[in-house]
């Protein structure tokens, strides 16, 4: 296990180098001179251009800039500022706890409430409560996110009042709304899938054997059938927690939470390389790091898998 | 000193003491003090922000940050958006000659936030600093009309020959030409003064602007949250801020702000989102409004091409483009149609003054063919910020009404888009705008229009309309007006830029706040804003 663990580990390595040289030279290769867009319709003067350019390392040619960039990170832990000189490292200390906050709220509304819709539409298959499940997640899985997002701002936010529209002033309250936006179709998908995989299981032959011994129905559903079946749940689960940092872009601006997700968009925008790379590579961390605890998680949720 | 005590008694008996004042008449100051109304003072408000790019004033070129710097400092002057004209700022009183020559009277009693002292050297340093080319400050270039700019910028001198400090309240600035609008470009943010404190830690400057405005920083910027501003009661001015205190927050989205207005969350939101205006009056009632600015949008032609070189076909362009139907069916009747090149918010703009900015299909038609205009074109925009629509419609237009057959589109990133003008290899009509960074005619006509100016991407070259500018900038301000209305007249009849139409600014606000002002760059006066109960 702990062999395993390394060598994972030992991966990273060049999955990071890959991500950021990609990632740096896809925002290289972006049309137009960003200290041109940095000015807007007001063009400075050839000096000043050329002194910021200077500055940023922007004359150098595309391995240069890069290989000074990684130097930076390697050696001094320097990601970089902005044209403006705000470090990058803490535009990152500032966003990353908003936006795992938000996904940690979105993860589990999805987690809780897709697990217990999934069990609810299995065991009470083709009844009434099946029915309303599954009618309300195909709904929700059809709307368009940002119909969603402006419908609960303009319910629960305007209207009742009970949540705040926008930002992040009041705390954990302020998460709430967003976090349902960010989970609302996986959630869906979470449930849908449960359902099938629970319904497949529970007529399989270790189910029917665990029944005939005379085990109470509520242990079967979570003892034997559930925990086979939620190995493709857990797997999208995982899979979907880091693509939500794509989705946070959307919703981080639509309730202006000053998370990572609207800076990398804003940075994009703004052809503002060093903070795109590292915000990005930061996001591919993540992802790695999170397979990484589903493949691990297997071994927990099926015995039969092993990792030496 | 005579000053201080006056506001002093102004503030303390609110309304009683200015209607003395009104009634004395007489001293322009007065009056204007009076009329702003003082009753209202105190309290505190929200208002919408976008996220500024710096905080720096040298560095700070668009409205986001500007917003807030105008509280935070106070330049030599600053702009009377009511009379539109240069008020007393740090400066007390301005004289000059020639245009030339120009000496400033500062106030003695002025301070940044921190304590420190302002004197005449505080600019000197300031202005040698901000043109310094190793400081890199994006609006050195505002300082290019001051003599010995283009020696600092080369590296043959350190220090602007053109500024110095006569005495301690005493700054002489002398220009490379004559320019009558020196007061009035001085009330730019770019020519703030900067505290010792700046210069030691620029870093922890940007965070926390320590400035000698009406307003000071409480705690730091605490990027795409908020900043909180809390009035400085040493401010020396004449109108110090109503509020007490305003919290400037930050929105990715205006259309989440406009919500938090309605909920009450946020008190001002100045530019509504285009699809809330219909909706503007229903949910605000009275707290709402459009407010007319100095942004002026239009189709440049690139006159250097052959197909656009004759005037004619511009002048038939743009009479084939019915405007108001455009701003009708595509911005929900929220723009004004242009009628000139100097916005009618200034007092030199003359509504109606473009003879072919009036819609005439047929004149157009049989002047556009007269002229053998060309039966294909290509129009320029840039992508992603709405303006596909209303460029396409202009495009239809001109299809229909002139014997044009096929149209077809260019969209860019800006960044290349403005390569690419730069370059000077646009082949047809691109879609530009221009905001006045202050309020004069010089702003809107001679960074765009003279045939040196670097924003000038239209190829428009004409030694009659350079000398007018120059005898407009040279004139008193009595004669300005009537000399920079004579230079709009060449622009009128060469139509170098088409003109579609000015921008309004719609703006919402809660009940908690009143007195709302936009100024024609679009900016709320938050300083001026008076806070209910």
Same mark, same amino acid.
């Given at each position: 296990m702990t062999g395993y663990i390394i060598r994972r580990l030992l991966q990273f390595i060049p999955v990071v180098i890959a991500a950021t040289l990609i990632v740096y030279a896809m925002v290289f290769l972006m049309p137009g001179d960003p200290i041109r867009a940095l000015a807007g319709d007001r063009p400075m003067s050839p000096q000043v251009q050329e002194a910021l350019r200077e500055q940023y390392n922007l004359n150098d040619p595309f391995l240069v800039q890069y290989a000074k960039y990684m130097w930076g990170v390697f050696t001094q832990a320097d990601f970089g500022t902005t044209f403006q000189g705000r470090?990058?490292?803490?535009?990152?200390?500032?966003?990353?706890?908003?936006?795992?906050?938000?996904?940690?709220?979105?993860?589990?509304?999805?987690?809780?409430?897709?697990?217990?819709?999934?069990?609810?539409?299995?065991?009470?298959?083709?009844?009434?409560?099946?029915?309303?499940?599954?009618?309300?997640?195909?709904?929700?899985?059809?709307?368009?996110? !940002?119909?969603?997002?402006?419908?609960?701002?303009?319910?629960?936010?305007?209207?009742?009042?009970?949540?705040?529209?926008?930002?992040?002033?009041?705390? *954990?309250?302020?998460?709430?709304?967003?976090?349902?936006?960010?989970?609302?179709?996986?959630?869906?998908?979470?449930?849908?899938?449960?359902?099938?995989? !629970?319904?497949?299981?529970?007529?399989?032959?270790?189910?029917?054997?665990?029944?005939?011994?005379?085990?109470?129905?509520?242990?079967?559903?979570?003892?034997?059938?559930?925990?086979?079946?939620?190995?493709?749940?857990?797997?999208?689960l995982g899979a979907d927690?880091?693509? *939500? *940092?794509?989705?946070?872009?959307?919703?981080?601006?639509?309730?202006?939470?000053?998370?990572?997700?609207?800076?990398?968009?804003?940075?994009?925008?703004?052809q503002e390389n060093t903070v795109v790379v590292g915000i990005v590579t930061l996001f591919v961390l993540f992802y790695v790091v999170i397979n990484l605890l589903v493949d691990l998680l297997y071994a927990v949720l099926d015995p039969r898998i092993r990792y030496d | 000193?005579?000053?201080?005590?006056?506001?002093?008694?102004?503030?303390?008996?609110?309304?009683?003491?200015?209607?003395?004042?009104?009634?004395?008449?007489?001293?322009?100051?007065?009056?204007?003090?009076?009329?702003?109304?003082?009753?209202?003072?105190?309290?505190?408000?929200?208002?919408?922000?976008?996220?500024?790019?710096?905080?720096?004033? +040298?560095?700070?070129?668009?409205?986001?940050?500007? &917003?807030?710097?105008?509280?935070?400092?106070?330049?030599?002057?600053?702009?009377?958006?009511?009379?539109?004209?240069?008020?007393?700022?740090?400066a007390e009183s301005w004289e000059s000659e020639d245009n030339i020559t120009w000496t400033f009277e500062l106030g003695e009693d002025w301070t940044f936030h921190n304590g420190e002292e302002l004197t005449a050297q505080t600019f000197v340093d300031t202005f040698n600093w901000t043109v310094d080319p190793d400081n890199a400050q994006a609006n050195a270039e505002y300082y290019d009309f001051i003599a010995g700019y283009s020696d600092v910028v080369e590296g043959e001198a350190d220090e602007l020959e053109g500024v110095s400090a006569v005495d301690d309240y005493t700054l002489e600035i002398v220009l490379e030409e004559p320019f009558g609008q020196l007061p009035a470009l001085l009330s730019l943010v770019g020519f703030s003064p900067l505290p010792e404190a700046a210069?030691?830690?620029?870093?922890?400057?940007?965070?926390?602007?320590? &400035?000698?405005?009406?307003?000071?920083?409480?705690?730091?910027?605490?990027?795409?949250?908020?900043?909180?501003?809390?009035?400085?009661?040493?401010?020396?001015?004449?109108?110090? +801020?109503?509020?007490?205190?305003?919290?400037?927050?930050?929105?990715?989205?205006?259309?989440?702000?406009?919500?938090?207005?309605?909920?009450?969350? @946020?008190? /001002?939101?100045?530019?509504?989102?285009p699809e809330n205006i219909p909706m503007m009056e229903d949910d605000f009632g009275d707290n709402q409004g459009s407010f007319e600015t100095g942004t002026l949008t239009f189709l440049g032609i690139p006159t250097y091409q052959d197909d656009y070189a004759d005037v004619?076909?511009?002048?038939?362009?743009?009479?084939?483009?019915?405007?108001?139907?455009?701003?009708?069916?595509?911005?929900?009747?929220? @723009?004004?149609?242009?009628?000139?090149?100097?916005?009618?918010?200034l007092p030199e703009g003359r509504e109606d003054a473009c003879e072919y900015c009036e819609f005439d299909p047929e004149r157009a038609a049989s002047l556009y063919e007269e002229a053998g205009g060309a039966s294909e074109l290509t129009v320029y925009f840039n992508s992603g910020a709405g303006h596909d629509a209303w460029v396409e419609a202009v495009s239809n237009q001109w299809r229909e009404n002139l014997p044009i057959d096929d149209v077809s589109f260019q969209s860019l990133e800006f960044a290349q888009y403005l390569d690419l003008l730069e370059e000077g290899e646009i082949e047809g009509p691109y879609?530009?705008?221009?905001?006045?960074?202050?309020?004069?005619?010089?702003?809107? /006509?001679?960074?765009?229009?003279?045939?040196?100016?670097?924003?000038?991407?239209?190829?428009?070259?004409?030694?009659?309309?350079?000398?007018?500018?120059?005898?407009?900038?040279?004139?008193?301000?009595?004669?300005?007006?009537?000399?920079?209305?004579?230079?709009?007249?060449? @622009?009128?009849?060469?139509?170098?830029?088409?003109?579609?139409?000015?921008?309004?600014?719609?703006?919402?606000?809660?009940?908690?706040?009143?007195?709302?002002?936009i100024t024609p760059r679009g900016l709320p006066q938050v300083e001026r804003v008076e806070v209910q109960n």
């Open positions: 470090p990058v490292l803490d535009m990152i200390q500032q966003g990353l706890p908003i936006t795992l906050t938000l996904a940690a709220v979105a993860f589990c509304f999805q987690a809780v409430i897709g697990i217990i819709a999934g069990i609810l539409a299995a065991v009470f298959r083709d009844s009434f409560i099946d029915r309303l499940i599954q009618v309300s997640l195909v709904i929700v899985v059809a709307l368009p996110t !940002l119909a969603i997002a402006f419908l609960l701002q303009l319910t629960f936010g305007l209207n009742l009042g009970w949540f705040p529209i926008a930002g992040n002033r009041e705390g *954990m309250v302020s998460y709430i709304l967003p976090g349902i936006v960010l989970a609302a179709v996986s959630t869906g998908i979470v449930a849908r899938m449960l359902r099938s995989e !629970l319904i497949e299981a529970l007529q399989s032959d270790y189910v029917r054997t665990a029944t005939a011994k005379g085990m109470k129905r509520s242990r079967v559903v979570t003892r034997h059938a559930l925990r086979n079946s939620l190995i493709p749940v857990v797997t999208f927690l880091a693509t *939500m *940092m794509g989705g946070a872009i959307v919703v981080e601006s639509v309730f202006n939470l000053p998370g990572l997700g609207g800076q990398v968009f804003r940075s994009i925008q703004a | 000193m005579v000053q201080t005590t006056k506001r002093t008694a102004l503030t303390a008996t609110s309304l009683s003491a200015a209607l003395v004042l009104a009634a004395c008449g007489g001293d322009n100051g007065e009056n204007g003090e009076a009329d702003a109304g003082q009753a209202e003072t105190g309290g505190e408000f929200s208002t919408y922000l976008c996220e500024p790019q710096s905080l720096t004033p +040298g560095m700070s070129t668009e409205v986001c940050g500007a &917003g807030v710097l105008e509280q935070l400092f106070t330049g030599l002057t600053e702009m009377d958006y009511e009379a539109n004209e240069p008020v007393a700022g740090v210069y030691d830690d620029m870093d922890a400057f940007e965070s926390a602007p320590v &400035g000698n405005g009406r307003y000071e920083m409480d705690g730091e910027w605490e990027h795409d949250v908020q900043i909180v501003v809390n009035r400085f009661e040493e401010w020396s001015g004449e109108q110090p +801020g109503a509020a007490d205190r305003i919290e400037f927050r930050i929105y990715n989205d205006v259309s989440t702000a406009y919500q938090d207005v309605q909920a009450g969350n @946020l008190d /001002l939101l100045y530019n509504a989102p004619e076909i511009r002048q038939a362009l743009s009479m084939a483009v019915d405007r108001q139907e455009i701003i009708d069916n595509i911005f929900d009747g929220a @723009l004004t149609a242009a009628g000139s090149f100097l916005p009618p918010v879609r530009l705008g221009w905001t006045l960074s202050y309020p004069s005619a010089q702003e809107s /006509l001679e960074p765009m229009y003279s045939s040196t100016a670097s924003r000038n991407y239209t190829g428009f070259a004409s030694d009659e309309f350079d000398e007018r500018i120059a005898q407009a900038n040279a004139a008193d301000a009595d004669d300005a007006v009537e000399a920079y209305q004579h230079a709009e007249d060449i @622009l009128l009849e060469e139509l170098p830029v088409i003109p579609m139409w000015f921008e309004r600014q719609d703006v919402v606000w809660s009940e908690n706040i009143d007195n709302v002002h």
